[in-house]
């Protein structure tokens, strides 16, 4: 089982940013996916997950509106569009599997101007 982050970067205020995670090695159909983030001496924290089918999703309170996930079963990806950055935004994102004691290595967004 493989997840591969990728699409971090740095951005200003008010920037937008498209990270996406690359699945291997299982089902990915079969599970729903989510995406944490992690910043610099705080808890991970979960930011958005989708259903496997991708009907149904769920934000956190503090992305709500801006950010929107998605997935393509057919290409075994997920998706994280995030709009409307802001500095709080800044740590490191990661696609996990509901279900699966899997994390990939993460990608380091960072939001500043």
């Known amino acids: 089982v493989q997840l591969v982050e990728s699409g971090g970067g740095l951005v200003q205020p008010g920037g937008s940013l498209r990270l996406s995670c690359a699945a291997s090695g299982f089902a990915f159909s079969s599970y729903a996916m989510r995406w944490f983030r992690q910043a610099p001496r705080k808890e991970r924290e979960l930011v958005a997950r989708?259903?496997?089918?991708?009907?149904?999703?769920y934000y956190g309170d503090s992305v709500e509106g801006r950010f929107t996930v998605s997935r393509d079963n057919t290409k075994n990806a997920t998706y994280l569009q995030m709009n409307s950055l802001r500095p709080d935004g800044t740590a490191v994102y990661y696609c996990?599997?509901?279900?699966?004691?899997?994390w990939g290595q993460g990608t380091q967004v960072t939001v500043s101007s």
């Open positions: 989708i259903s496997s089918s991708g009907t149904t999703t």
């Open positions: 996990n599997i509901v279900g699966l004691g899997c």
